[in-house]
């Protein structure tokens, strides 16, 4: 087939040109394809010669499927030769017909537009003073590893103390009334501040089966109208009371849970893993800040099949992470007080449109630089995604091994893209807190002020 290839920006263009042999027999074929939907006077389907049949519709009847038929075959060349990746289907927008009886055509599709890729090396760019754990933070990690191993005791024996956790049903009124959100029931730990101030006092010295008033004051700030300062009672019934049993941090206790012996082992072991773990945040925060910085440098403008496309994904995410936490999509934009239109608008199509760009910024990169993966590093890949998935070689279909290689690749060339743009940025640690950003925004809110009263 003789065609050549055009791109302008998203739109790819084949140019076609077919000599009058091969539009010919393409017309020849499409008369044996079509002839038995065509009814002619005389003939039963499918018998009436071709001569006859375009007598009586017109010479040019088959012509269109016969270029339809030419233009699919160009379409699969283009696409097997790499050429043409069409994220949409083709259609024929020009058909010329030459005075020799050839015939110039041209498809049209919506194809990935190149990249105009800005600065992506030697970035300078801003990132937190790197961390280094310290005692109350491996304090907190060996208290929540405590926890995982916490014994819950039933109170039976006396009342309700600071500490306890109270299961009850209760009610509350105001003059009376009961109003919105005032009745329910919870396992509230008593000292835990979950509730207004006043009724988990309320709670102690109480015990299982009593049912008591307890009276209260919605603070002036509560948030709702209708509450806020008012004056409250609440009825209260007592269901069960129980306390959760810490275990003593001792390295009897430790040698049972885990492979070391002493707490300083364990503690040491929960600092480096905390290290670790500050490291990695530091080391992706700077990854996606250069590809952030590339994304900025980078021009293109994306078509709107793609960003719809990924627009979907993006949905599909959110509807299993959801799923997880037992809600749907749905009643989470709902409770939001957002319209699916609204919520679409705001969360959705802004994330699509920044997977689309990240990943053409990063396609873009790899082909410059000419991003290849070295056997060991496909070997090293399929290791970490056969472990990831559970997967073992032996068992791998050929489909799957192939799909496997193929995200191995993808991925892997968008990680050594990223390492590539990393080793050439310039980090600068700079203080990133809340109160050095309200600092360095009063600063520069004050040279503006300075720069216009001059």
Do not use: W
């Amino acid at each position: 087939m003789n065609y050549t290839f055009e791109k302008q920006g998203s739109k790819g263009i084949l140019h076609c040109q077919f000599d009058a042999e091969t539009v010919e027999q393409a017309k020849s074929e499409a008369y044996k394809k079509d002839k038995k939907k065509i009814r002619i006077p005389g003939y039963r389907p499918g018998k009436a010669p071709r001569f006859m049949i375009e007598r009586i519709y017109g010479s040019d009847i088959f012509l269109q499927s016969a270029l339809q038929d030419l233009g699919d075959k160009v379409i699969g060349e283009a696409i097997e030769a790499g050429e043409y990746t069409p994220l949409e289907a083709p259609n024929i927008t020009k058909v010329d017909t030459q005075d020799d009886n050839s015939i110039v055509m041209d498809i049209t599709a919506t194809v990935v537009p190149d990249v105009e890729l800005g600065e992506y090396k030697n970035l300078e760019i801003d990132i937190p003073k790197h961390q280094t754990v310290d005692e109350k933070e491996v304090d907190h990690a060996v208290e929540a590893e405590l926890r995982k191993h916490t014994r819950t005791e039933t109170i039976t024996d006396r009342p309700a103390q600071l500490g306890d956790i109270v299961d009850m049903d209760y009610a509350g009124t105001i003059d009376g009334v009961a109003f919105e959100g005032g009745t329910g029931s919870t396992k509230l730990e008593i000292g835990s501040g979950r509730f207004i101030p006043g009724f988990e006092d309320g709670l102690v010295g109480m015990s299982v089966d009593e049912e008591k008033d307890i009276s209260v004051t919605f603070p002036e700030n509560y948030g709702k109208e209708e509450l806020n300062g008012k004056p409250a009672v609440f009825h209260v019934n007592v269901h069960g009371i129980t306390r959760e049993e810490i275990p003593e941090l001792t390295d009897e206790f430790i040698s049972d849970i885990s492979e070391f012996s002493t707490v300083d082992e364990f503690r040491k072991d929960m600092a480096d893993k905390l290290q670790k773990q500050m490291d990695d945040e530091l080391e992706n925060y700077k990854l996606n800040a250069v590809i952030s910085k590339a994304m900025q440098n980078a021009k293109v403008d994306i078509p709107e099949v793609m960003i719809a496309r990924e627009a979907d994904n993006v949905k599909d995410e959110y509807e299993r992470e959801l799923r997880g936490m037992g809600m749907t999509l749905e009643n989470f934009v709902k409770a939001n007080g957002m319209t699916m239109e609204n919520f679409t608008q705001a969360q959705i199509l802004p994330v699509a449109h920044s997977n689309v760009l990240a990943d053409m910024v990063m396609q873009a990169i790899i082909k410059k630089e000419n991003v290849e993966l070295t056997e060991d590093e496909v070997k090293e890949g399929r290791e970490a995604q056969m472990k990831r998935f559970g997967l073992k070689e032996e068992t791998l279909s050929d489909d799957l091994k192939a799909r496997l290689d193929e995200i191995v690749q993808e991925e892997g060339k968008k990680q050594k893209a990223g390492r590539l743009m990393m080793e050439s940025a310039v980090f600068h640690e700079v203080d990133m807190s809340a109160s050095a950003k309200d600092e360095a925004e009063e600063t520069e809110e004050s040279e503006e002020k300075n720069k216009s009263e001059e």
